[in-house]
């Protein structure tokens, strides 16, 4: 029997697993990093050990390490979440060889169905319908990139999370991204192999989940659909699907199970499907528990990690087919350190308020809480916000409702673009396909502005700096004032306002462009703010972080800084370095890890020529020269870590 589980992962799914394992009293360890000293999941573990090492392949992935931390421990099982080792057959076999328990399929099980090739084959066997499929090493699948049915998507054989995964529309594009694919799976997976399948450009993504036991039994716990993606990546998941009828549904799920029973499959999994042409193609099997399994739990009433370690306890599936009931709708939105309008690039920096809605309707799974640092060695997922209603409409209204709520201020994150999705017609109406956030990104950017909005984020910037206490204002933020008139210039995310204000007893007067305004203001807390704007009322929340003040209005979050903040450039000139800028420089695009330089001093560049790659998310960005030039400085080495906007690379024309 289970006694202590050392959790190999890290963030809200080993918060999960810590709760579930608590309720059974059953010990936990958690592990963490030395990029991540200060976090909620090793803190809320009965035990804590650290996981000693610098890169991915030097902790999450080794095998060894984790399982020589699981001796050190005394534990006696391990669980492995999703991703890094959770679908490594190796690891599986290994933990099996030192009489660790696994929770989780068997290594032999993984071997077969969470090898995407292999599991293919498996199903193509069992008579699963299955999409066309190209496999082999690079050469051989090179050499027939004239015979494939483009367009052509690119996954890794033993992963998930939409990494590794690229489009191909023609034959020229296959060799290079083919290799970008398995750079890709290999950081992420430890294994670098790949294969080719036929893209279906309108298509959906429903995925089954399944439970078996270690005496043949084998149960679906039904379907979620998971089609609103962004890079490969879900971000919106709901259950039950609300694109099939009765007769799909349990066609489809009947279909899991005939599959799972064929391969003696035992714990959770989720067979993934493709939805094309009201037909569905068997996509690939996870060999673990899933992001998303909070919607299944909300709709069947299950705790999926309990049965998890009732199964992994030897014990028998205490519920059958018939027990499993449809309860309403639940739908999950995944929260990230990004900014979608800049094609989804990775944020990071420490969240200094975290605020979600209260609700018993209302889940918030989250790795982070505030004052923790989200860095970019590992997937930005903030957390997961779920919602349970007895209709569809019902739960998307309430998720939009939740999100719009939701403050998480420190880094800029998808909180404004989900709530413009989940509130999209096509989505209220599910008239949507895989490719429906790329194709309609430019709109559910679109951001309606008007120089009032600034006004109000301005004026609520003011009311905070006059609600804060004297003592706690630093250098920057004092205000220069003549007379009992303030006079102050700000910079709302980058565009300068200028404003005068006079206080009075019970507000004060804002003088902006000649305009006056009488402001009234009332602090509900450390950060709602609610204000008086002659007459009309206006809700904002205002929060302070180390450099910035964060001002959230209307779901929109700016960031407000004085003119008197120090610049980079002043900040290095005071520490002593001295950087010559040529007639043009590079500045990092995001937070990351240099992954290769192309280019060295005195080289010249074309527009457009690859300078170098910077590893952010484990996802590879291309950095490109704007203009012809001669390289004069590069201020970087390969390895380091940059942060947005610190300066690379000089050049002269």
Same mark, same amino acid.
């Given at each position: 029997?289970?006694?202590?589980?050392?959790?190999?992962?890290?963030?809200?799914?080993?918060?999960?697993?810590?709760? %579930?394992?608590?309720? &059974?009293?059953?010990?936990?360890?958690?592990?963490?990093?030395?990029?991540?000293?200060?976090?909620?999941?090793?803190?809320?573990?009965?035990?804590?050990?650290?996981?000693?090492?610098?890169?991915?392949?030097?902790?999450?992935?080794?095998?060894?390490?984790?399982?020589?931390?699981?001796?050190?421990?005394?534990?006696?099982?391990?669980?492995?979440?999703?991703?890094?080792?959770?679908?490594?057959?190796?690891?599986?076999?290994?933990?099996?060889?030192?009489?660790?328990?696994?929770?989780?399929?068997? =290594?032999?099980?993984?071997?077969?169905?969470?090898?995407?090739?292999?599991?293919?084959?498996? =199903?193509?066997?069992?008579?699963?319908?299955?999409?066309?499929?190209?496999?082999?090493?690079?050469?051989?699948?090179?050499?027939?990139?004239?015979?494939?049915?483009?367009?052509?998507?690119?996954?890794?054989?033993?992963?998930?999370?939409?990494?590794?995964?690229?489009?191909?529309?023609?034959?020229?594009?296959?060799?290079?991204?083919?290799?970008?694919?398995?750079?890709?799976?290999?950081?992420?997976?430890?294994?670098?192999?790949?294969?080719?399948?036929?893209?279906?450009?309108?298509?959906?993504?429903?995925? /089954?989940?399944?439970?078996?036991?270690?005496?043949?039994?084998?149960?679906?716990?039904?379907?979620?659909?998971?089609?609103?993606?962004?890079?490969?990546? +879900?971000?919106?998941?709901?259950?039950?699907?609300?694109?099939?009828?009765?007769?799909?549904?349990?066609?489809?799920?009947? %279909?899991?199970?005939?599959?799972?029973?064929?391969?003696?499959?035992?714990?959770?999994?989720?067979?993934?499907?493709?939805?094309?042409?009201?037909?569905? #193609?068997?996509?690939?099997?996870?060999?673990?528990?899933?992001?998303?399994?909070?919607? %299944?739990?909300?709709?069947?009433?299950?705790?999926?990690?309990?049965?998890?370690?009732?199964?992994?306890?030897?014990?028998?599936?205490?519920?059958?087919?018939?027990?499993?009931?449809?309860?309403?709708?639940?739908?999950?939105?995944?929260?990230?350190?990004?900014?979608?309008?800049?094609?989804?690039?990775?944020?990071?920096?420490?969240?200094?308020?975290?605020?979600?809605?209260?609700?018993?309707?209302?889940?918030?799974?989250?790795?982070?809480?505030?004052?923790?640092?989200?860095?970019?060695?590992?997937?930005?997922?903030?957390?997961?916000?779920?919602?349970?209603?007895?209709?569809?409409?019902?739960?998307?209204?309430?998720?939009?409702?939740?999100?719009?709520?939701?403050?998480?201020?420190?880094?800029?994150?998808?909180?404004?673009?989900? #709530?413009?999705?989940?509130?999209?017609?096509? /989505?209220?109406?599910?008239?949507?396909?895989?490719?429906?956030?790329?194709?309609?990104?430019?709109?559910?950017?679109?951001?309606?502005?008007?120089?009032?909005?600034?006004?109000?984020?301005?004026?609520?910037?003011?009311?905070?700096?006059?609600?804060?206490?004297?003592?706690?204002?630093?250098?920057?933020?004092?205000?220069?004032?003549?007379?009992?008139?303030?006079? &102050?210039?700000?910079?709302?995310?980058?565009?300068?306002?200028?404003?005068?204000?006079?206080?009075?007893?019970?507000?004060?007067?804002?003088?902006?462009?000649? +305009?006056?305004?009488?402001?009234?203001?009332?602090?509900?807390?450390?950060?709602?703010?609610?204000?008086?704007?002659?007459?009309?009322?206006?809700?904002?929340?205002?929060?302070?972080?180390?450099?910035?003040?964060?001002?959230?209005?209307?779901?929109?979050?700016?960031?407000?800084?004085?003119?008197?903040?120090?610049?980079?450039?002043?900040? &290095?000139?005071?520490?002593?370095?001295?950087?010559?800028?040529?007639?043009?420089?590079?500045?990092?695009?995001?937070?990351?890890?240099?992954?290769?330089?192309?280019?060295?001093?005195? &080289?010249?560049?074309?527009?457009?020529?690859?300078?170098?790659?910077?590893?952010?998310?484990?996802?590879?960005?291309?950095?490109?020269?704007?203009?012809?030039?001669?390289?004069?400085?590069?201020?970087?080495?390969?390895?380091?870590?940059?942060?947005?906007?610190?300066?690379?690379?000089?050049?002269?024309?």
């Amino acid at each position: 029997m289970i006694t202590k589980i050392l959790i190999a992962n890290r963030g809200e799914i080993a918060r999960r697993i810590i709760k %579930t394992a608590r309720k &059974q009293g059953i010990l936990t360890v958690g592990i963490y990093t030395n990029d991540e000293p200060d976090n909620a999941w090793a803190d809320e573990a009965d035990e804590k050990v650290i996981l000693s090492g610098n890169s991915l392949s030097e902790t999450w992935l080794n095998a060894d390490k984790i399982i020589a931390l699981a001796h050190e421990t005394s534990s006696n099982a391990i669980h492995p979440g999703y991703g890094f080792l959770s679908e490594n057959a190796s690891f599986a076999r290994k933990c099996e060889e030192q009489k660790i328990i696994f929770i989780g399929p068997s =290594a032999d099980t993984i071997e077969l169905m969470g090898n995407k090739t292999e599991a293919r084959r498996f =199903a193509k066997n069992v008579g699963v319908p299955l999409a066309f499929a190209l496999e082999g090493n690079l050469k051989t699948l090179v050499e027939k990139a004239d015979t494939l049915p483009y367009p052509v998507i690119i996954k890794a054989n033993a992963g998930g999370g939409g990494k590794g995964m690229h489009i191909v529309y023609t034959a020229d594009e296959l060799k290079n991204k083919l290799e970008k694919a398995q750079r890709e799976a290999s950081a992420w997976f430890g294994i670098d192999t790949v294969y080719v399948e036929q893209y279906f450009e309108k298509a959906r993504h429903i995925e /089954v989940q399944i439970f078996g036991d270690n005496y043949g039994n084998v149960i679906h716990l039904y379907e979620r659909e998971c089609t609103l993606q962004r890079n490969y990546q +879900k971000i919106i998941e709901e259950a039950p699907s609300p694109t099939l009828t009765q007769q799909q549904r349990e066609t489809i799920c009947e %279909t899991a199970v005939k599959l799972a029973k064929a391969a003696n499959y035992t714990n959770a999994g989720t067979i993934e499907f493709l939805w094309a042409n009201n037909e569905f #193609y068997f996509l690939e099997m996870n060999t673990r528990i899933q992001v998303e399994h909070p919607v %299944t739990e909300m709709i069947t009433g299950l705790d999926l990690v309990a049965l998890q370690l009732d199964v992994s306890n030897n014990l028998p599936l205490q519920i059958g087919q018939k027990d499993v009931k449809i309860n309403g709708v639940a739908v999950e939105a995944r929260i990230y350190a990004e900014k979608p309008e800049e094609n989804f690039k990775p944020t990071a920096g420490i969240l200094h308020h975290v605020k979600t809605l209260s609700h018993p309707l209302v889940r918030f799974d989250n790795t982070y809480e505030s004052g923790n640092e989200v860095v970019t060695n590992y997937d930005g997922m903030i957390g997961k916000l779920i919602v349970h209603q007895n209709q569809r409409s019902k739960a998307f209204h309430w998720l939009a409702q939740c999100l719009y709520e939701t403050q998480i201020h420190g880094v800029d994150t998808n909180l404004p673009f989900l #709530y413009r999705l989940v509130t999209h017609s096509n /989505v209220m109406s599910n008239t949507v396909y895989t490719r429906f956030i790329n194709n309609e990104l430019e709109q559910l950017n679109r951001v309606e502005s008007s120089d009032y909005s600034l006004i109000i984020i301005a004026i609520a910037y003011a009311a905070a700096i006059l609600n804060t206490k004297p003592e706690k204002k630093i250098t920057w933020l004092q205000y220069s004032s003549i007379l009992g008139v303030t006079k &102050q210039t700000i910079l709302i995310n980058g565009t300068p306002i200028e404003y005068k204000l006079i206080t009075q007893p019970k507000g004060f007067q804002f003088l902006l462009n000649e +305009k006056m305004f009488n402001v009234f203001y009332h602090s509900l807390n450390n950060s709602a703010i609610n204000l008086v704007i002659d007459g009309v009322k206006y809700k904002t929340v205002v929060t302070k972080g180390n450099d910035a003040f964060w001002v959230e209005y209307k779901n929109q979050l700016s960031v407000v800084r004085s003119q008197h903040l120090l610049s980079q450039a002043s900040l &290095q000139k005071k520490a002593g370095i001295n950087r010559t800028v040529g007639d043009f420089e590079i500045k990092s695009p995001l937070h990351g890890k240099i992954a290769s330089i192309m280019v060295q001093p005195g &080289q010249t560049v074309e527009q457009g020529t690859n300078i170098l790659t910077i590893d952010s998310m484990k996802t590879e960005n291309h950095i490109t020269s704007p203009a012809k030039g001669t390289v004069e400085t590069i201020w970087i080495e390969q390895d380091a870590l940059v942060k947005e906007n610190q300066l690379l690379m000089t050049f002269k024309n």
